[in-house]
C-alpha cells in the first residue's frame, strides 16, 4: 500500500549540511503523520523530526531543535529534513516513517508509525 524511499545521506564534516529527501509512494499521504528517526549503532531508534498532515505542526529531537527543520510537501508527496551545522553525534541511518492517523497531534515514538524507508546513512566526523 505505501513505500517509503529516502535519499541524500553521505558522509559530511562537522558544520556540513545536507538536506534529506523521503519519497511517497501510495495513497493518503495527507492521512499520515510523517517523520524521520534515527538509529545509531548499539542505541534505539529515535525521533529527529515529525510533522503533522498539514505542515502545521512539528516536533523535534531538544538535540536538533534550531539546526534542523522539517517539512512536507502534500503535492509531491515528499517529506525534507534539512539538517545545518552537522555533529558527529548526528551520526546514524535516517529513516523515513509515516504514521497513519486521524489525530492532529504529531505522533514522536517510532512504535507508533506503520510504514519506514530503508534507511540512508548520515556520517559527521570531526
Known amino acids: 500500500q505505501v513505500q517509503l524511499s529516502e535519499s541524500g545521506g553521505t558522509a559530511v564534516r562537522s558544520g556540513d549540511s545536507l538536506r534529506l529527501s523521503c519519497t511517497f509512494s501510495?495513497?493518503?499521504?495527507?492521512?499520515?503523520?510523517m517523520g524521520w528517526f534515527r538509529q545509531a549503532p548499539g542505541k534505539q531508534r529515535e525521533l529527529v523530526a515529525a510533522?503533522?498532515?498539514?505542515?502545521?505542526?512539528?516536533e523535534y529531537n531538544n538535540s536538533v531543535k534550531g539546526r534542523f527543520t522539517i517539512s512536507r510537501d502534500n503535492d509531491r508527496k515528499m517529506v525534507y529534513l534539512q539538517m545545518n551545522n552537522l555533529k558527529p553525534e548526528d551520526t546514524g541511518l535516517y529513516y523515513c516513517?509515516?504514521?497513519?492517523?486521524?489525530?492532529?497531534?504529531?505522533?514522536?515514538?517510532?512504535?507508533?508509525?506503520?510504514?519506514w524507508g530503508q534507511g540512508t546513512q548520515v556520517t559527521v566526523s570531526s
Open positions: 510533522i503533522g498532515r498539514n505542515g502545521r505542526s512539528t
Open positions: 516513517g509515516a504514521d497513519r492517523t486521524i489525530m492532529t497531534v504529531v505522533t514522536t515514538s517510532p512504535d507508533s508509525y506503520d510504514y
Open positions: 501510495g495513497h493518503s499521504f495527507f492521512y499520515y503523520t
